[in-house]
């Protein structure tokens, strides 16, 4: 790639790895999945009235928005919300590598080289020391719910994939559409209107910062960008970028929040690190024919 566009690739990984602590920060006081509905809202508005739809059937758009937006975010806030460190947060997530490969493998019938099945061994591998780890100081349920986190995000992935939707600016905001009103209909079973009222009464400055900077920096600059960089580059080339992520989430985290990971924990991360490294390092794959899906439909309306 061009030196140009290494440090379009730097920017986006330093967007999504300060994003951890910024939403960590941002949620002080509000319930997890009301601040992410408001956070989706200024996703999708006002862009939603200035963006043509993605050239996609409705069904693709609404699963990548429900498994990418949906279910990764909210099991990440959740996560984050009951005690989740944001620095492991950050590490935890890209879990989404591992899982991608095996499902796309599973659901798309995807080939795997053998490195890349060395790869996800070695990953899972720190992933578990990662979970033993932070299980010996803290409750799993945040961590569990971070891994479930990555799941939902190589669900999307492959869905995404099968579909064949093109990961442009329009896919990011019209998907944005299915985030809002399930989050803030949760919201107020889980947390009841008087919970749900009290959030919006502690919304004040640090959570107005913090959801500008995850909707505009992390959702619509930060994928914007990476999308660019994907629509001009293998995703062999670009997709790396991804492991510099955890590195500036865990030292955004030390830095403004104190948080220092164990030794049991940094050699979990190391093990994972390596083994998300070697299977996204692993050069391209032999890919078998994925049997045509309703998803790849195009549906009516304006193209991208």
Partial sequence: MPVKDRLLAVIVAVLWGLNFVVIDEGMDGVPPLLFLAIRFVFVAFPLILLVPRPKASWRAVVAVGAFMSLGQFSLLYIGLATGMPAGLASLVLQAQVIFTIVLAWVALGERTTGRQLVGVVVGTAGLALVALAHG???PV?????????AASWAIGNVVARQAKVASGLSLVVWS????PVPCLLLALLLEGPDGVRAGLAAFGWAAAASTAYTAIGASLIGYTLFNGLLSRHPAGSVVPFILLVPPVGIASAWVFQ???PTALEWAGAVVMMVGVAIASLSGRRKVAPAPEASLTDEAPGKPS
């Avoid at 349920?141 to 986190?149: I, K, N, R, S």
């Avoid at 944005?176 to 985030?179: E, N």
Wanted: hydrophobic share 70%; glycine share 10%.
């Fill in 258 to 260: 104190g948080e220092v």
């Fill in 176 to 179: 944005a559409l299915v985030v």
């Fill in 141 to 149: 349920l945040p961590l569990l719910a971070t891994v479930g986190a």
């Fill in 136 to 138: 010996l100081r803290a």
